[in-house]
């Protein structure tokens, strides 16, 4: 593997020891010993950055950091931030602030600041806030290990934010837990460019992995980490494979091939990128998911052009006509963006048509929020917060009736669900589980002490509404399916 700056070079590496006097594990890097310590993560933002999250503590666990939920028993702290939209900025920025008072309290805290805005912004951080030790970017989280080094060398105050420029991204999957699910980084970046989005500067280029060596990544967590569930993730998962003329359908179909993967899903999807090929593919993939998260941004053709979108609500429409033809079992949803700079109130009944007609599943939505560095940070006639969120609550509102109308359609099926986890509700003890189709069941034990984590389980749905889903339960497969079929 050729090294850049965002994968290891050949500095010291990390061997362990157990001490003769303590018998304690002692992980020697370089010429520093680390002694067994614990890390405390906040982790804001996508579904990457929680990925991202997992490689950094899986790293960190070779050298002698373990994973803490309590703050006061932390010996380094760290951010792993979002710069998506203000909301997450706003609480990080205000929890950063406290940890002014947590190292008072603490003599030798570490904190550290990773990910979206420390790679626009790390500089000013480490500046700004006296008592941050080290900021680093999203493309150097494979060198955590020799960034702490440094911070406990004493050499604290830095910011790194290059880029990896090795010829391939290259890596190899790294997961911090014992469940069946992964998440597996595909593609990073993205070369799009919407007016209003801050990942091309936050994430950089899009490059992709060679499908090869993504196949052989996913059979070594099939056959050595048990894993039966894998998520594809990128910015823009269905541009994947471009520059090495591979494609995401072509890997979905040899990810077909490994026994023992029950389910494989993929996200986020630009519909710009959907091509017939891949739309086949949901139609003959029988691990595949039969459900697809494509976000639409608005139903209005001219704010998609202000947005640079490249596509117009009738080709997205056309795709979800096709997809649904592909496969007629397959459930679909979308990210809204509302009040975009300028949006007429007619803009936004166009986005409110969309959803009459696309019927989705669920969708995301969030107000139009101001990036700086993006081309709408320049546009005329921001909208104000009043009627950004307004518009907001009108889209939730009018999907919500949209969605409690297709959920009632579940009553009298039964699904297979992989169980995730139990919670009370209304004082009574039920699991819950996602099915094929991304939707989340609650099902009641046929006793209190049953354990069904991780089981494969069939569900019959016997009431459901816009928001939740209950159901009984029909079949208990345990940990392991014997059949590929879902
Ligand atoms: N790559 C995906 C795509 O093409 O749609 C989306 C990735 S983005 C991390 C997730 C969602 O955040 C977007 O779909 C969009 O709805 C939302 N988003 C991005 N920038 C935003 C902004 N400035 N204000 C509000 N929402 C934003
Ligand atoms: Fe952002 Fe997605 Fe557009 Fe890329 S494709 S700029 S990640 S919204």
Redesign the pocket.
């Given at each position: 593997m050729s090294t850049g700056l965002g994968t290891r070079g050949a500095g010291p590496r990390e061997e362990s020891f157990i001490d003769p006097v303590s018998g304690q594990k002692i992980v020697k890097m370089g010429d520093m010993e680390f002694p067994p310590r614990k890390v405390w993560m906040k982790t804001f933002g996508?579904q990457m950055n929680y990925h991202d999250s997992e490689r950094i503590l899986s790293h960190l666990s070779d050298l002698n950091f373990e994973h803490t939920e309590e703050l006061d028993q932390a010996d380094m702290v760290l951010f792993n931030t979002c710069a998506?939209?203000d909301l997450s900025n706003n609480k990080f920025y205000s929890q950063l602030g406290e940890m002014k008072h947590a190292k008072k309290k603490k003599n030798g805290l570490v904190v550290g600041v990773g990910g979206c805005v420390a790679q626009t912004e790390g500089k000013e951080l480490v500046k700004k806030y006296k008592h941050l030790d080290f900021a680093f970017g999203t493309d150097v989280i494979d060198t955590i290990n020799d960034m702490v080094f440094r911070v406990y060398a004493g050499d604290n105050k830095f910011s790194i934010n290059s880029w990896d420029r090795s010829e391939n991204f290259s890596i190899e999957t790294k997961i911090a837990h014992g469940s069946p699910q992964a998440f597996v980084n595909i593609i990073k970046g993205?070369n799009?460019y919407?007016t209003?989005?801050?990942?091309p500067y936050t994430r950089g280029k899009e490059r992709s992995r060679k499908l090869d060596e993504v196949v052989t990544d996913i059979k070594k967590l099939v056959e050595y980490q048990g894993i039966q569930e894998v998520t594809l993730l990128g910015?823009?998962v269905n541009s994947y494979g471009k520059e090495n003329n591979e494609s995401l359908a072509q890997l979905l179909m040899e990810l077909e091939k490994i026994n023992g993967l029950e389910l494989v899903r993929y996200t986020?999807s630009?519909p710009y990128d959907v091509s017939d090929e891949l739309i086949a593919v949901h139609g003959s993939a029988k691990k595949l998911s039969k459900h697809l998260h494509l976000?639409v941004?608005s139903g209005s053709a001219t704010v998609l052009e202000r947005m640079h979108r490249e596509y117009t609500p009738e080709h997205f429409l056309g795709l979800l006509e096709k997809l649904r033809k592909a496969n007629p079992e397959i459930v679909l949803s979308t990210?809204?963006?509302a009040g975009f700079v300028n949006e007429t109130d007619e803009e936004h009944r166009d986005t409110l048509k969309l959803l009459d007609i696309a019927q989705f599943d669920f969708i995301?939505a969030?107000?139009?929020?101001l990036?700086a560095k993006t081309r709408a940070e320049k546009m005329e006639d921001l909208l104000k917060d009043e009627i950004r969120f307004e518009r907001l609550r009108e889209i939730q509102a009018h999907q919500l009736k949209i969605q409690d109308k297709i959920r009632q359609s579940m009553v009298g099926q039964s699904y297979r669900v992989l169980v995730e986890d139990f919670g009370t509700m209304g004082g009574t003890k039920k699991w819950k589980g996602r099915t094929n189709c991304n939707r989340i069941v609650h099902f009641k034990p046929l006793n209190e002490e049953m354990d069904y984590k991780w089981h494969w389980v069939d569900v019959l749905v016997n009431s459901a509404t816009a928001l939740s889903c209950q159901g009984e339960l029909l079949v208990d497969h345990g940990r392991r399916l014997n059949t590929l079929n879902h």
């Open positions: 996508c998506i939209r993205c799009k919407c209003y989005c801050i990942v910015q823009n986020t630009h976000p941004q990210d809204i963006i995301y969030y107000a139009y929020s990036r």
